[in-house]
C-alpha cells in the first residue's frame, strides 16, 4: 500500500515569506497556509465571535404589580361588544386584563374627534339594535366583572371563614370547572356579595385544590375577596354563582333591550376608561 515519504531531506517554501525551510519543520495555519514554524501566526480571536443567543423575554419567577384600576381610557379589541339576549340589556364587553374592580363606573368612547373641546369623542357604532350613543352615554356605566349570565349557580357544602383558600367545596361543580379545565383561564365566584377567584377545582369538588399542600405553597391559586369586594364568611348552602371570565370580561345592563342577542359590534375605535378624562 503506497505511503508518502518522510521528508527527512526535503525542503518546502513559506506561503508567508517565500523563503526555503526544512521540509519536516513546516506547519499548516488555520486558513490552509503551509508556513515555517516561527512565522506561524494563530487565528486572531475575533474572527471567531461567540453565537449570542435570543434575549430573555419573560422573568421565570415573576412576581407582577397588584391589580390597579387603569386611570385613563384604554383600547379595546374590534367590535368589543356582545349582547346577551334579545329582549335584554344585558351586554358582555372584551377587555382582556382589564384590571378593573366589581361596581365600578366605565365610560366607553368612540373615535377621538379633532376639536378645541377637550376630551371630545365619537360614539362608538350601534349594536343589536342599541344605540352606540346609548353605550357611550356620558355619565357611564356600573360594570360587573367577567360574565355570569346565563345563570349557574350550586351551593356551598359547608360554612368558611373570612380568609380561608382550602376546603371551599361546592355541591356541584358541574361548569365550574370546565374552562379551567381545557384553558386555565382564572374563574371565579360569588358568594353573597364577595367574588372568589380560583384557578382550579378537585375532584372532590373543592376550589383550587390539586392538592392541600400545593395550594398552601401557592395561596393564590384561591383568591379572597377578588375585584374589590369584602372578605367574608359564609353559611352552609349558601348560593354559588359561576363568573365566567373575569380577568378578560366584564358585564354591563344599559337599560335598552337587544333586537337579537349574541350579537357582537361597536366598531373600531373603541376605549373603555374613567367617566372624566383630565386633560
Same mark, same amino acid.
Given at each position: ?66 391589580? +390597579? ?32 374592580? /366589581? ?12 376639536? +378645541? ?35 349557574? &349557580? ?8 373570612? +380568609?380561608? &383558600? ?38 372532590? /369538588? ?22 374589590? &369586594? ?22 354591563? /345592563? ?23 378624562? &383630565?386633560?
Amino acid at each position: 500500500m503506497p505511503k508518502f515519504a518522510s521528508g527527512q531531506h526535503a525542503i518546502a517554501i513559506s506561503d508567508r515569506s517565500g523563503l526555503r525551510f526544512p521540509y519536516r519543520e513546516m506547519v499548516k495555519e488555520w486558513n490552509g497556509m503551509w508556513v515555517h514554524y516561527t512565522e506561524y501566526e494563530s487565528k486572531q480571536p475575533q474572527l471567531e465571535l461567540a453565537v449570542i443567543g435570543p434575549d430573555g423575554i419573560g422573568l421565570e419567577n415573576p412576581r407582577p404589580e397588584q391589580r +390597579s384600576t387603569p386611570k385613563v381610557p384604554v383600547m379595546l379589541p374590534e367590535n368589543p361588544f356582545q349582547t346577551f339576549a334579545a329582549g335584554d340589556g344585558v351586554i358582555f364587553v372584551h377587555s382582556p386584563n382589564h384590571r378593573r374592580n /366589581d361596581a365600578t363606573t366605565v365610560r366607553f368612547r368612540g373615535t377621538p374627534q379633532v376639536s +378645541s373641546i377637550t376630551n371630545k369623542f365619537s360614539n362608538c357604532k350601534d349594536v343589536d339594535g342599541i344605540a352606540g350613543s346609548t353605550i357611550c352615554d356620558s355619565a357611564g356605566h356600573d360594570i360587573s366583572v367577567g360574565k355570569t349570565f346565563p345563570v349557574t &349557580t350550586t351551593t356551598l357544602v359547608d360554612a368558611i371563614d373570612n +380568609s380561608q &383558600t382550602t376546603g371551599i367545596k361546592l355541591t356541584s361543580s358541574t361548569s365550574f370547572s370546565s374552562i379551567t379545565t381545557d384553558t386555565f383561564l382564572r374563574q371565579a365566584i360569588l358568594i353573597d356579595t364577595e367574588i372568589i377567584r380560583y384557578t382550579t377545582i378537585a375532584s372532590d /369538588d373543592s376550589l383550587g385544590q390539586v392538592s392541600p399542600q400545593a395550594t398552601a405553597i401557592n395561596p393564590n391559586v384561591v383568591t379572597r375577596g377578588a375585584y374589590g &369586594t369584602t372578605k367574608a364568611a359564609h353559611l352552609a348552602a349558601a348560593t354559588v354563582t359561576l363568573i365566567e371570565d373575569p380577568d378578560n370580561y366584564f358585564t354591563i /345592563d344599559q337599560g335598552t333591550n337587544a333586537t337579537v342577542g349574541g350579537i357582537e359590534g361597536g366598531g373600531f375605535p373603541v376605549s373603555a376608561g374613567p367617566v372624566t378624562i &383630565t386633560p
